[in-house]
């Protein structure tokens, strides 16, 4: 039997994957949990084979933050993520902290099955896209020395904004060719230059120039 703690903060979430996982044969749901501490005591207390774990919680400690937690003091806990967001940055992070694989929610009833059974026999999951951008980073890897290509953690919107701030674009013409406000370039930006370690507004035009993203790569 396999024993399972599902974390989530929808109440109507939580009990509709009860009772979709309860309907398998093998599959036990032993707790739930609507934020981390609450996470990190239902696995203290019934010691699941599995934690499905949903990544964002807003009203408490997110799911990253309780993987964390979890994998330091249970090893033999693994931790399936749950999510609703096709997000490199969050895919990546959860499993340098110890996740043993991520599964989106939109994912066929078939596929959760396959992804719990995987993980709890000691192996990985990831979904399609998630394994070929892990392929990629690891190719990256390699042609960088062994540095990771930080690039891969930006968001579409953002590698917009980095391609208009390097070629010149002031914040207020960005947010017109984009169709957003001042604000949100500004907030943008500012993740940008977090992901990619960059301090200046030189070092982002040069960064941007050697990616090609002027036209252009040295």
């Known amino acids: 039997m396999i024993s399972i703690v599902i974390v989530d903060d929808h109440a109507v979430v939580r009990s509709g994957l009860t009772m979709l996982l309860d309907a398998v044969g093998d599959f036990e749901v032993v707790g739930e949990a609507s934020e ?19 990544l964002s919680m807003p009203h408490g400690k997110d799911g990253l933050s309780a993987t964390s937690e979890i994998k330091k003091q249970f090893q033999d806990t693994q931790i399936l993520i749950l999510t609703m967001h096709d997000d490199e940055e969050y895919l990546f992070r959860a499993i340098e902290l110890g996740a043993s694989g991520c599964i989106l929610k939109n994912a066929p009833h ?3 099955v396959k ?15 998630a394994t070929k951008r892990l392929m990629e980073n690891y190719m990256d890897k390699i042609k960088n020395n062994g540095k990771a290509d930080s690039y891969r953690l930006l968001t579409d919107r953002e590698r917009e904004v980095l391609a208009l701030v390097a070629k010149g674009f ?17 907030a943008h930006k500012a993740k940008v230059m977090e992901k990619l370690k960059l301090r200046t507004r030189p070092e982002l035009v040069e960064y941007a120039w050697k990616r090609g993203l002027l036209g252009y790569s040295i």
């Not at 992804?115 to 896209?129: E, F, T």
Request: glycine share 6%.
């Open 36 to 54: 981390g501490d609450e996470a990190y005591q239902q696995v203290e207390e019934k010691h699941p084979q599995v934690v499905l774990m949903d």
């Open 110 to 112: 078939e596929e959760l």
């Open 115 to 129: 992804a719990i059974r995987q993980v709890a026999g000691g192996d990985a999951y990831l979904y399609p896209s």
């Open 170 to 186: 002031s914040n207020k013409e960005i947010a017109n060719k984009l169709v957003i406000s001042v604000k949100t370039v500004e």
